[in-house]
Each structure stands twice: as structure tokens, then as C-alpha cells.
């Protein structure tokens, strides 16, 4: 087995869209834990384009991968949206109305993220980790920082919102 | 009654209830009154959102690289590591063993969570699947296929290449750092097996207490004084989240930087001292310059005997370089000497003793300058002394041995 095109370099102009498909994942599937299962699919399409050998790689894919991105968030939120509470389907269909399109179109930059999680205080940044990374759960970290829950996720609200600052601040 | 702030908090916990797939039915009705009240607040949460989807998103990564299988291709694992949860900054893929894709697709919830998606992909992949015979043909197929495989095998065995490519891609190992010396490192639980020699591609270091001196391939110097927690990223670029370290850098290791969690330090050709503890950072210049990237702030540059403090609060100060704090050049190296000698004393008692031994027949010092360095103490059979062994420094090198009295008998 073998496909005739370089595969190493496909998947490293897939990696280095990452921010741009979040951002257009979330245009029409605002549902963050539905965006890694939307961008693995829109991989496979990606591959199986790239295989038939047609496309020019060498010019912008960002326009392509973001078409491929939009319609497989459309695909997966129709089909989640099925067994989703009505409630649930009002805040998403909220978000899914108002986006700005120019905003969701913007890359978030995945180097811009990183300088900006180490600019967060260590305290904060481990508990950032804590929560995301090692999945530590809002209650868990409560106990443990001898904090209300609600206040923690308040202050995760604030971490996002220094986070969106600084970003914009490094692009 | 509810105050503005109360109904924030309120709504903004709420957001966070939504992200992490909690909110009940009544508390989203509760969330949209809120927006309704106060559209701020959606907007606010709207543009969380993408920023939210980069943390899950990249979170899911770690654990689950993105990865692309069926059949006619050859199985791609993308193995991100340029995360933001690690230090590196490489980005790459590799293609892996199909045990592990088989194993990854099983796990994806992309695929369990939708078996329209799953079966329209399953219906895309039949495309590319093999030829398969049908009935009619099956009998041809028992006498042509065992044929074309034979002369296959004959024409394989004819011309196979003397050493055939790996199917499977492996990173080579690339060390460009070298743990040149350590003194009295208390080593946090799992981190084993670091030695004096030892020659590193990207690594992490925590230890408690002790001074580790690392060399990088460039010639820059680190000198780190536990307790510490710090990573050497590439060659030119160190991470450093907690702990003293002393960076000396020559002409041809220009640009180092030193990543920490409050602001990044460039070397600008020079020596210089961070010192990170979880209240701030402080960076003192000894020679040449450097240069301080802040969070969101313009660059400062900082010449030689001028240092400067950045805490969590954001508050900085500019003061006098305290050289005398930190690990000069000059203090690891005499540290090193000292060492050293005390290793050569430890020796000479041991000669003593060994020579005192009675019955003893053979002993050899090898402390003769015809043979140089190591070389002298390979004997092939022989062990060394008790309470020895093998080491080195710069200007000494010496070892002993004591033969088994059987060797000596023979003698």
C-alpha cells in the first residue's frame, strides 16, 4: 500500500491550518467538544482530495480546507442537534446566528496561543492545564484551590477572555 | 436583591456550565434571559467561544493525535508537537504502526457518534478496496493466484534490495545538549537516569536541589541551581519554569533564548542570570546585553550590570545586577576543581588502604603518562577497587584497580 503524493507534506499544511478550522468549526457547530471529531473528519476528506491528485498544494488550501471545514460542522451539528435538548439547541443556534463572519474566519494562531498561555500568571496556567489537559474537573479544582465552583469558572471566563486579548494583541 | 455583579458572575458561570456540557434545561433558558438583559455578556461569551474550542481542541490532540486510514493508503498519524500544553515547537507527523491506527480508529467518537457519517464513509473507502473475485471466477482465481505469487517471490528474491526500507518512519535521534556536570542533584521521583555525559535531544529537568551544568551544541553554558524546573527545547531555546540558571554564550550561540512564564529573555551575545520563582522573574546581565520580550509590552534591552524584576502582579523595577547571587562562570568552575580534588583525596586514601592489604601481589595506579585518559584503566577481567570508580576531569584522569589474588598468585 502507498498513495502517489507526499504525504508529509499534506499533513503539515493540514497542522498549520488548525486555527482557521477551529474558527470555522465553531461558525457552524458552536459546540467546542464537537470541533475535534469535526476537524479528524474533515482530515480523512482532505486525504482522500489530495489523493486523486487534482488540486495545486502549492497555492493558498486555506479557502478549501475552510469549505471542507463548514460543510462537515454543518453535517455533524444537524445530525448532533437530533438528540440535543431544545434549550441546548437555542444557545448554540444563538451563537451559530450572530457569529461574525469576519471573526469566525480568522486563524487563530497556534503560535500566537502558545506565547499567550505563558504570558498567564504559573497559577493560572496550571490550572488551565489542570482542567483541560489532565481533566480536572471545575469541582475538582474548587476543593482543591478552597474556592467556590462557581467562582473558579467565573475566573475561567476571565483566563479566555485575557487569552482572546493577548491573542489579538500578537496578530 | 441580585446586584450587577452577582448576575456576571451568574451568567459567566453559566457560559463555563455550557462549555464543560452541564447546564441543565432551566439554567439555558436562565443563560438566555441573562443575554437578553445584558447583550454584552453574549458577546462576551461569543468571542470565548473560539478560545474555548483551541483549549478542547488541542487538549483532545494530546491524547489523541488526528489520523487518517483506509485502505490503498498507506496510514497517517498526525502527531502534533507543537502544543500548547508542552514546550516543543516541532511540528511533524509520522506514520505509524497499523495496530496503532487500528486501535485509534476504534477509539474515535467521530466514528461511533454517527453511523450515517460512518456508514457514507464506509461507502467513499469502498472505492479504493481491492478487487474482489466473484463466484464464477473463484476456480481461476485457486490456480492464478498461488502462480503470480510464486513468480513474485522468484522475482523478489532476484532483485530485493540488500537492505530493504522500513515501513515505518522513525524520528532519528538527534542530540544537540550534553549534561557536561552535575553537583549533589536531588532528582525529582521520576526523573532517573540523567548522568554526567549524557547527550540530550528536547528534555525536561526537575530536581529538588544540586547544580546541573548543561552544555549545548552551539556553546552556550546553562549552569541551573535546584531546586528547578526547566526543559531545553532546541538548541537555541530553553523553557524555564522555575529555578536559577546562569547562561554563558559565545559568539556562535547568539539569539539564546530563555522562555519564561512571565516574559522571554534573548541573549544578545553575553552572560546573564534568570532567576524564576512563582511570585516572578528576575534577569541580571554580567557581559554584553540582552534583550526582555513582555507580555504584550515593547522590548527593553538590558545591558551589562543592570537587572530586572517582573512579578505575577505585572509590577517591574529595574535595579543593579547582583552578580554575587547567582553561579558566575568563574564559582561553577571552582565548584568543579573542588570536586575534583576532594574525589583525588578520596582516592589517594584508598591507594593506602589497597597497599596496606596484606597478601596483596599486583597494583597497578596507572598513573603512567604514557597511556592518556580513560584508556589507561580498561584491563580486560578487572573490577574496580571497592569504593572507586571510573571518572574524569578536565585536567586529571586516574583510576585503580585491585587484581583478584588468583591473578596475583599466578604472577
Redesign the interface.
Known sequence: ???SFD??AI??L???H??LM??V??RYA????L???????V??DF??DA?KGKRDYQKDIAPFLATLTKNRAI??WR??SKHS????Q??VE??AE??DVE??ARD?G??A??NC???????T?QM??RH??H?T??EDIARQEQRKV??I??F???I??K??E??E??T | MTTFQEKK??S??L???????E?S??E??E??SL?REQPDW?N???????????????????Q?P???H?????P?V?K?H????RDEYL???E?LEIDEIVRLAAE???LK??P??TER?QQ?KSVLKPYQPEEKHRLLSWILVPAVLLLLSVVYFEFRPSAPEPSVRRQAFRPFAEVEAMLDVQWNENQTGLKEGCRLEAETFRFQSGIVQIRMKNGVRLAVRGPADFRINTVDKVFC?YGEMSVTVPPEGKGFEV?T??MNIVDLGTEFFVDVK?EGVEAHTIQGKIELNR??EEKIELNAGNAFRLD?NDISKRFVAEPNRFLTELFVAGLWETRDAEQLERWKAERERILATPGLRLFLDFEDENFSGIRRCRILGARPAEGLSFYTNRSLQVCSFFLSFLLGNFL
Open positions: 500500500m502507498g498513495q504525504s508529509t499533513a503539515r493540514f497542522e498549520e488548525y486555527g477551529v474558527t468549526t465553531v458552536p459546540l467546542p467538544d470541533v475535534y471529531d469535526i476537524i479528524q473528519q482530515f480523512i486525504i482522500e489523493a453535517d455533524f445530525e448532533h435538548p431544545e434549550s441546548l437555542r444557545i444563538r451563537f450572530k457569529q471573526e469566525s487563530i497556534l503560535v496561543m502558545r498561555m505563558k504570558k498567564l500568571p504559573p497559577t496556567r488551565v492545564e483541560y489537559y481533566g474537573s471545575m462557581t467562582t469558572r467565573s475561567f471566563c476571565r479566555r477572555q487569552l482572546r493577548c491573542i494583541r500578537e | 458572575n451568574r459567566e458561570d457560559l463555563q456550565r455550557f462549555f464543560d456540557r447546564l434545561d432551566e439555558s433558558f443563560l438566555l443575554w453574549e462576551e461569551a461569543r468571542l470565548n467561544l473560539p478560545i474555548e474550542a483551541m483549549l478542547q481542541f488541542h487538549a483532545k490532540l494530546e489523541k488526528i489520523f487518517h483506509s485502505p490503498g493508503f498507506e497517517i498526525l502534533e507543537s502544543s500548547l500544553f511540528l511533524g507527523i506514520l474515535s467518537p467521530s457518534k454517527n450515517a457519517e464513509q467513499k519554569g522562555v512564564p512571565f512563582s507580555f504584550g505575577a
